[in-house]
């Protein structure tokens, strides 16, 4: 019973370190950007795009395709820094708890 005891205290300590974590990661946002800043997004802590900003001079018609492909590697940059907070905001939630097994497989922030 002592085992199991421990288990449920560290299920609620781990509870209550992800609530503060999810918290953190809502308030977050992270910038990415491609074409040496000519291209430039802002994403939530939730990976949703919140802010696009473009150079003018990519705003030709010729340009277009360029500006597509910025856009796209803008927002893999965001995304990619995203993902390394959260993981590290996991590893922050769960450190110092003994759960048997680790963390479900799969386990994966943002939501």
Do not use: C, W, Y
Not at 22 to 42: P, W, Y
Not at 73 to 89: S, T
């Amino acid at each position: 019973m002592k085992n199991l005891g421990n288990m449920l205290k560290s299920a609620q300590q781990m509870q209550t370190k992800m609530a503060e974590m999810q918290a953190r990661m809502e308030a977050m946002e992270v910038d990415g950007q491609a074409g040496a800043g000519m291209v430039r997004v802002k994403l939530s802590g939730k990976g949703e795009l919140k802010r696009v900003v473009i150079d003018p001079s990519l705003m030709l018609a010729e340009e277009r395709e360029v500006l597509e492909d910025l856009l796209v590697a803008a927002h893999a940059d965001a995304k990619q820094k995203v993902e390394a907070v959260a993981a590290e905001e996991m590893q922050k939630a769960t450190a110092g708890l003994n759960i048997p097994g680790g963390l479900p497989g799969g386990f994966k922030l943002p939501f």
